[in-house]
């Protein structure tokens, strides 16, 4: 997953993939191994090697978040890149089906569709809570919803398919 993420005035391409236990972050082209562990909705890190200890919090405010890094508060904004091109595994006129999946570790807030419902562009089919954050997850391309993996309630993990529509 590609995400933008502008800190102090600052963008930066954030790459960030899943590689057992741990996660492997590219910023700017320079990768990180990332070690993540949730205690009480505050995120432990150790990052790199030998690795560095971060304590990392987030709390909303008007237009975005702040992340608390170490207890100083950053305000920051995260988009997802849009993949262009025939050759974007995402694309969704490749005729293959759509797999909705979790940005993030979070829980499921809420289904907005089962199995047979027809959904159009960009419609809601979940919401996923993940840093205290509700997001709702949307339909690419008009399909019908062929699987729903997740139930409400249930804990999810950084890529998990939570919805495939054919």
């Keep these: 997953m590609t995400l933008h993420i502008t800190a102090n ?12 236990d741990t996660f492997l972050v590219s910023i700017d082209g320079r990768q990180h191994e990332v ?17 560095r200890s971060y304590e990392v919090a987030f709390s909303p405010f008007a237009g975005g978040m702040a992340v608390h890094v170490d207890g100083v508060p950053v305000e920051v904004s995260i988009s997802r890149m849009r993949r262009t091109g025939p050759t974007a595994a995402s694309n969704p006129s ?52 062929s699987e729903v993996r997740v139930r409400e309630g249930a804990s999810v993990e950084a890529g998990a398919i939570l919805v495939i529509l054919e």
Excluded: C, F, Y
């Design 35 to 51: 070690d993540v562990k949730v205690i009480s909705g505050v995120w432990s890190m150790l990052v790199g090697t030998p690795p």
């Design 94 to 145: 490749d005729g293959g089906p759509q797999r909705v999946t979790a940005p993030m570790p979070g829980k499921i807030v809420k289904l907005l569709v089962k199995p047979g419902d027809k959904v159009q562009p960009r419609q809601g089919v979940v919401v996923v809570e993940a840093m205290k954050m509700e997001n709702e997850l949307r339909a690419r391309a008009a399909g019908t919803v």
């Design 9 to 20: 005035g600052r963008t930066r391409a954030v790459d960030i993939s899943r590689s057992g």
